[in-house]
Nanobody
Framework: QVQLVESGGGSVRAGGSLRLSCAAS????????MGWFRQAPGKGREGVAA???????SYADSVKGRFSISKDSAKNTLSLQMNSLKPEDTAMYYC?????????????????????WGQGTQVTVSS
């Protein structure tokens, strides 16, 4: 089992920045794919960014050039630096681990989705 705990969400004006962090604990001796997902009210869950088990990084088209994902394997943490935030970035953001890094438009993770999820952290961007 892997436990994931997010932090760093909050409210910001459009154009601002936030940094999300995800602390992993439990069976972290294995290298998992990890990533960030988000879900806005009334919308489906979508992928934001991912790092696969060999370190290849990928992003949703909607955040390319604005968001940056990074992983510190020594500290078992995953981060998401979000710059130039837009109101449409408003959502609950979730850290996740152990999933196929397969993108289908904004969808990420294949049919089964991640095996491990954090509890989520809210990001609100006002215009």
């Amino acid at each position: 089992q892997v436990q994931l705990v997010e932090s760093g969400g909050g409210s910001v004006r459009a154009g601002g920045s936030l940094r999300l962090s995800c602390a992993a604990s439990g069976k972290t001796n294995r290298t998992y794919s990890m990533g960030w997902f988000r879900q806005a009210p009334g919308k489906g869950r979508e992928g934001v960014a991912a790092i696969d088990d060999v370190g290849v990084i990928s992003y949703a088209d909607s955040v390319k050039g604005r968001f940056s994902i990074s992983k510190d394997s020594a500290k078992n943490t995953l981060s998401l630096q979000m710059n130039s935030l837009k109101p449409e970035d408003t959502a609950m953001y979730y850290c996740a681990a152990d999933f196929p890094v397969i993108w289908a438009g904004p969808k990420l993770g294949g049919a089964g989705g991640p095996n491990y999820w954090g509890q989520g952290t809210q990001v609100t961007v006002s215009s």
